[in-house]
Structures are given as structure tokens and as C-alpha cells.
């Protein structure tokens, strides 16, 4: 089926004009599609959901359907308006699913393009970065409310710490392309990390840290702002909203909005954790949930940070060994690149852990 076809399946009405493609996502195939309606242009986005990540998209969509619609709720008592604030999913024809299947087999959704939106793949602007942390710790608010339990487990043990250490010893041991010898210094300092980087998951088994309603991808351009007015407009990619720990949206914001570099970036020296940054995101996110946290969520924040990160660095060591067969690579190595940048990330971490501690400490 054509991209148009695709459309036309889609409770959306007006005449197709056209499609761009998106390659800025890791994950699914996005398209910004043009609609004519009315004399008016409407814009929408199209995406086929990665069925080899996401293998129940009729879940998924579940999942985001009723999430959006209870955020949806709150945003009505502040505002009474809804075309921003929350991700519009578009029901099919039919009325029953907000998905489509094609013709052979592929799940496609459709959302409401949000006008004079942008994103920022990273950001530098610490007033931005504030309002990135209001966004995310806002999301959480909005869903206190919402049965965390009744999200279905769109990727199991997403961030559980201590399984992604399983794999990675499992990819290790099978070496199926004899990659292993290449990064063996990667992988003995992944390993050192390993005690640290799993008491997260350790407080989780126990129960002693509450599971809430989490976003799972808390990047900087999974945030959407309004162009001329710099003000949030809506929280982005909800694929991965289920169980979590609040710790794991901070820490996994944290790795990749207060990294020096980019989580690619080759330059490893250069790689260091921004403070500034750092207290900006925390001021905003903190702000908006610190009334709902525990106090071992409070003192498990930073070690949130440090647990992401190494998180992250093991699971494209483990995609490396195994091939590369899940993160979207742009070239040979890139998986070990970005390996490496997390780990100095990391390192840097652990020398500002008590420095993130203040910083957080003034927020609390």
C-alpha cells in the first residue's frame, strides 16, 4: 500500500497532497503527511510502528489511546483547550482501533501534526532545558492518578538494570560475529560498573520504590515547543509509557540532555556531565513531583542518572555483539562509539555524584 492508500484508512477526510519522510527517529518509520480540507492545509504524522521492537502495536496504541485521553482530562481543567498539551491519536474509518494494518502485515498510526512545532535534538538554552524538565515532571503529575498497573508491558524489563547485564553476558558468551575482542575494554568497564548500576533495580524487587506511570524516553526531542513562543506544547513518543520508576525518566533525560556531547560522538575526552544543564532540567522536573515522591525516590534520583546511562551504554554494547539489529545505525561502529561516549559519560558521573546530590538537594 502507498503512503496514500495508508491515509485513506484513517478518520482524517480531505484530498492527500503529499508526504515527507522523517529519519530523524531510531525506532519507526515517520512520514509528515498534507492533506487539503476545506481550502485549508492539514498536516499529519504517519508512522509505521516497528513491529521487531514493538511486536503487539495494537497494545501500544492501547496503551497511548488511554493515556493521552487522561492527560487530556487535566489539560481541560487548566486551559478548556486540547489542540495542544497532549498528542492527538486518529482513529481508522471503522471507529475501532487507532491503527491500520496493510497489506502485508504492517501496523501504521496517525496523529495530529501540532503547527509551528519544533524539537531540538539538543539544546543548550538552559531556560528550554527548564521547561523540558516542567514538561516530562508535569506528564508524571497529570497520570498520579492513572493504574500504572493496568499499562500492558509494551517491552518487558525495559529498564530493568539487572536483565540488560544478563543479556549483555549472554551476547558475550555467543559472540555470534566474533566482535567481542574488539571491545573488550568496553565491555571489562561496563562490567565494573555493574554493583552501582543494578541498586536501582534492587529497590524495585524489594518493593520499596513505587511504581508509576513513566515515559521510558525522557530525550530532550521527545519534547515539543511552540516556535515563536519557546512554550511546551505537548510530550512526544509514547511508545514506552508503562510501569517505572520515576528515577529511570530523570536519570535517562539527564544522560542525554546534560552530556557534553552528543550520545554519539566520538570525541570522548570531550564527554563530560553539564551541571548547568543539569540543574536546569532538575529544577523544573523536580519542581512539578517533588510533593508526590517517597524519600527513598528523592535519594534515588542521581543514582537514576548514573543507572541510565550505564543502562544505555550495555544495551548498545549488546546490539553491537549481536549485530546491530535494534538501534538504527548510520554507520559501521556506531554502536561502539556511542558505547563509549556513555562510558565516559559515566565515569564523569561518578566523579559529580555528590555535586548532583547538592544541586538536587536545593530542589527537594
Known sequence: MTIKEICSHFAIGGEYVGCEENFSGNINNTFKVTFMRDGDIKEYILQKINKQVFTSPDKVMDNIVRVTDHIRSKVVKRCGCTRTGVL??????????????????????????????????????????EKMG????????????????????????????????????EAIAL????????????????????????????????????????HNDTKCNNVSFDKESGEVLAVLDLDTVMPGAVAHDFGDAIRFIANSRKEDDPNFKLVKIDLDKFESFAKGFVGEIKDLLTDLEKQTL?????????EVAVRFLTDYILGDVYFRNKYPGHNVDRTKNQIALAKDMLKNFDKMQEILQRYL
Open 88 to 129: 492527538r491519536a486518529f482513529p481508522s474509518l471503522q471507529g475501532d482501533s487507532y491503527y491500520v494494518v496493510d497489506d502485508i502485515g504492517q501496523y501504521w498510526r496517525c496523529y495530529r501534526y501540532i503547527k509551528n512545532s519544533t524539537t531540538y535534538d539538543a539544546c543548550d538554552d538552559l531556560s528550554l532545558i
Open 134 to 169: 516542567v514538561a516530562f515532571g508535569k506528564f508524571q503529575n497529570d497520570l498520579v492518578d492513572f493504574d500504572a498497573s493496568s499499562l500492558f508491558i509494551t517491552i518487558p524489563d525495559f529498564h530493568d538494570t539487572k536483565k540488560r547485564y544478563k543479556a549483555f553476558r
Open 175 to 214: 559472540d555470534p560475529l566474533k566482535r567481542v575482542q574488539k571491545v573488550e575494554g568496553e565491555i571489562a568497564q561496563l562490567l565494573e560498573f555493574e554493583q552501582k548500576a543494578c541498586q536501582l533495580q534492587e529497590h524495585i524487587d524489594k518493593k520499596q520504590i513505587p511504581l508509576r506511570v513513566t
Open 302 to 310: 542521581v543514582l537514576g542518572v548514573f543507572t541510565m546511562t550505564v
